[in-house]
């Protein structure tokens, strides 16, 4: 039975008790008031205080419905750890088939997720707990007037546990979980996203406090314009109106997640829609080894785990749970009860050859990564992962000339820094290329501060080739930290 049907059923009866005893008590009233002088037994004062106990109960149970309801809640929904697993394997078979649309008549799950089934990642869980408090204790934000953001966007590559966090939140808060591709919204007939996503959202206000998580929310959310496709702008509009038809504290909270933040409508990302944006990476060094750790939970093994967690890296959070999944299959294949090197080379082989999305580096792949990203922290002086596609820019309203120059610079770091250390020019980020083109064509076309974008970029270029090979020491240390570590931090700068 679902949380919000015992909750109706507690109210029904409730009232029921109450209205039953203020009728009883009130003919008991008017017969003792009728017939008073015939009435010798004490049995109709017994009458009488019975139902204003009943009375009062009543009222106490009313108000403490809520504890009564978790009470009951937790009776029923403790899963047993098989059923987790469950849930875990059911999890798996998901995301292998997550653009197929389970049921059109949409329903909520009990997650039994909660954080600690969440490997690393503890930056992004510091994120969500405020959301699971809220949601467990309204009271404590409302009697302040704060409001929360009705939506959440975590944005990151495949497989890094967005899909997971979002039941977390859900288990941790232990409220329903309505889940919902992207795709799943994408109809034939013009309206029928739309009808959808009103259904969607009239079923988690009913059973409000809840989470609705829309995975692959690109799906409907690209940007307008352009060749125009009526079903799902009418699916999008239907989105944002929803968004904005109800209040941060009806207690339903909007968790999306995408690949790619850039390609997602201006509409969705403003403020009192998705006002929250959690961005999650692929796992460094130390998350890999939490991950490996939980998937070894209980099961023998005999290799180096930290030496697995560095020759990992590339690999997102699913792949090492397939990876470690396979080595197992392995070893059975063997007939072995203990996991050894050679089950988790067989496997990744196979994780490798079968993943087409997930980045598997070579050492000297990860080496040019490492110079770009050391490149990228030494010329902006801040902290950068491995996998950071993000720079660190200045980000004024007023911007002077120097400040726009100096973020086409950080822009170039990267590429720039591979170039003069490998002297070899490399491939690997057209994003921030293309960013500090765009900006050097505004400075040109807007602000008319310069005449030339490509000499201005040329210009940029060699005075950055003569600082980077001026500090080429440092940067070969900040790259073995990289190397080591896959961050660095300020303090390493
Ligand atoms: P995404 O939504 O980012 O594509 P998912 O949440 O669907 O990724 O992750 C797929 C599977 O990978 C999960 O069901 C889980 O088995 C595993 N996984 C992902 N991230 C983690 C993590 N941080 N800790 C433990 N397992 C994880």
Redesign the pocket.
């Known amino acids: 039975m679902s949380r919000d049907s015992n909750k109706n059923i507690l109210d029904k009866n409730f009232k029921l008790m109450g209205m039953s005893a203020i009728i009883l008590l009130v003919l008991f009233l008017y017969t003792l008031y009728k017939s008073s002088d015939h009435i010798k037994s004490g049995s109709y004062y017994f009458g009488i205080i019975f139902l204003l106990l009943l009375i009062v109960f009543a009222i106490f149970a009313r108000f403490k419905q809520e504890k009564i309801q978790k009470f009951l809640n937790k009776e029923k929904g403790e899963g047993s750890t098989f059923s987790k697993e469950l849930n875990?394997a059911q999890?798996?078979s998901r995301?292998n088939s997550k653009h197929e649309d389970f049921s059109s008549n949409i329903t909520a799950v009990t997650s039994n997720i909660t954080f600690k089934?969440?490997?690393?990642?503890s930056q992004t869980k510091g994120e969500l707990e405020e959301i699971v408090d809220f949601l467990n204790n309204p009271k404590k934000y409302l009697k302040h007037g704060v409001k929360l953001p009705k939506g959440v966007l975590l944005v990151?590559p495949?497989?890094?546990?967005?899909?997971?966090i979002a039941r977390a939140v859900a288990g941790e808060a232990d409220v329903p979980f309505f889940y919902q591709s992207g795709a799943s919204f994408v109809q034939i007939y013009v309206g029928m996203g739309a009808k959808k996503v009103r259904e969607l959202f009239t079923k988690a206000k009913a059973t409000a406090p809840a989470i609705v998580f829309i995975?692959e929310i690109d799906a409907i959310g690209k940007k307008r314009g352009g060749k125009t496709n009526d079903e799902r702008e009418s699916t999008l509009n239907e989105l944002l109106t929803q968004m904005d038809g109800f209040e941060g504290d009806s207690g339903v909270i909007v968790i999306a997640?995408t690949n790619k933040i850039e390609v997602l409508d201006d509409a969705l990302l403003r403020a009192g829609r998705f006002d929250r944006r959690v961005f999650i990476n692929l796992p460094n060094i130390e998350d890999r080894k939490k991950?490996l750790e939980?998937y070894l939970t209980s099961k023998h093994y005999e290799f180096d785990l930290d030496r697995l967690a560095l020759e990992t890296s590339g690999f997102s959070?699913?792949a090492l749970?397939t990876l470690i999944n396979e080595a197992l299959l392995n070893m059975i294949k063997r007939e072995a009860k203990v996991i050894e090197l050679e089950d988790i080379e067989a496997a990744k082989t196979k994780v490798e050859f079968g993943k087409k999305d997930s980045l598997v580096l070579s050492m000297e792949q990860k080496d040019i990564l490492c110079i770009y990203q050391a490149s990228k922290a030494f010329v902006s002086k801040s902290k950068v992962s491995l996998f950071d596609e993000s720079t660190k820019k200045i980000d004024s309203i007023y911007p002077s000339y120097n400040e726009l120059l100096e973020n086409i610079k950080r822009y170039l770091a990267g590429s720039i820094g591979v170039e003069v250390i490998k002297k070899e020019k490399y491939a690997i980020n057209s994003e921030d290329l293309n960013k500090a083109y765009t900006l050097a064509q505004k400075i040109v076309d807007d602000y008319k501060m310069a005449k030339d974008a490509n000499v201005l970029i040329e210009n940029i270029s060699n005075d950055l080739r003569s600082y980077l090979s001026h500090n080429a020491t440092d940067i070969n240390r900040l790259k073995n930290i990289m190397l080591k570590n896959e961050v660095i931090t300020n303090d390493d700068i």
């Open positions: 875990r999890d798996n995301t089934d969440v490997a690393g990642i990151g495949p497989g890094v546990g967005k899909t997971l995975d997640a991950i939980l959070s699913a749970s």
